[in-house]
């Protein structure tokens, strides 16, 4: 307990999910904590139940304003920002099923999840930068950044074109990130998180409720090594790392929660096959 003591952590996308978890662990790690998202009933939910340490404000990632609004807010009221998660972002599908092949996906759709994925993340980046060097005293111009990225960011995705390749820019902006502020003389690092399947709302859509669910779950991971989706808690405990001073010789590199789904073929070889 305590690794973030002291530190001031403002991550997206907090009011449900991999946010919620990170936002929990921060809270409980020592940080204070500023949740944002655009589910403004549930984020504001969320803060009061992790206790004063915990504060909401409403954030579009897409909008420059909204992050300009946030950043000023946070400065004026805790005076410093330690740690940024970005963690927003959308699938595409939230709708309902709908076409993100590279053949058959609409201009508007693929924006419109580029403009959260990946836009979110470009200015959450420009703006963390830009107030952790206001940072004074010994942890001037010091912060971390840990974007969330995807499994998805590292292969192809036939029938996810646009959020595919939306992780994989936030894979490669992060490598950017974390090299510029090394080279301006900053302490300020950049990494990135790539889970799989992780067990959150987002799965309901597709796994539905009811008699067949568990069946739909276990199809789902077959091809995964250890037969069973992540949890947001273990997502959250790589991203207190990262955030934490344990984690301060590490930049620009890149971490997968996949339960060895890319460690070899989807196909697990027996002893039989050498």
Not at 259 to 266: H, K, R, T
Request: with cysteine; aromatic share 6%; charged share 20%.
């Amino acid at each position: 307990m305590g690794r973030l003591t002291g530190k001031v952590a403002l991550i997206t996308g907090a009011a449900q999910g991999i946010g919620a978890a990170i936002a929990r662990a921060f809270v409980a790690e020592g940080a204070t904590v500023l949740l944002t998202d655009v589910r403004d009933a549930q984020g504001a939910s969320l803060a009061h139940t992790l206790g004063a340490a915990a504060h909401y404000a409403r954030l579009d990632v897409r909008e420059h304003d909204d992050w300009g609004r946030a950043m000023r807010d946070t400065l004026d009221q805790f005076g410093r920002l330690d740690v940024v998660v970005n963690n927003a972002g959308i699938t595409g599908f939230e709708g309902g099923p709908a076409a993100h092949d590279p053949e058959h996906v609409t201009l508007e759709t693929w924006r419109a999840v580029f403009a959260t994925n990946l836009d979110g993340v470009f200015l959450g980046c420009q703006q963390a930068i830009r107030a952790m060097r206001r940072n004074t005293g010994p942890a001037a111009g010091v912060g971390s950044i840990v974007n969330i990225s995807s499994r998805s960011g590292l292969v192809g995705i036939p029938l996810a074109a646009a959020y595919a390749a939306s992780k994989a820019a936030v894979r490669n902006h992060t490598k950017s990130v974390a090299l510029y502020c090394a080279q301006q003389g900053l302490r300020i690092r950049c990494n990135s998180v790539h889970p799989a399947a992780i067990m959150t709302p987002m799965w309901d859509a597709m796994l539905g409720e009811g008699p067949g669910r568990a069946e739909r779950e276990a199809a789902l991971v077959r091809d995964t090594p250890l037969k069973r989706f992540g949890t947001p808690a273990e997502v959250a405990h790589l991203v207190v790392y990262l955030a934490s001073d344990e984690s301060a010789y590490t930049t620009g590199a890149e971490f997968v929660l996949d339960g060895g789904l890319l460690a070899g073929s989807a196909a697990v070889p027996g002893v039989s096959d050498g």
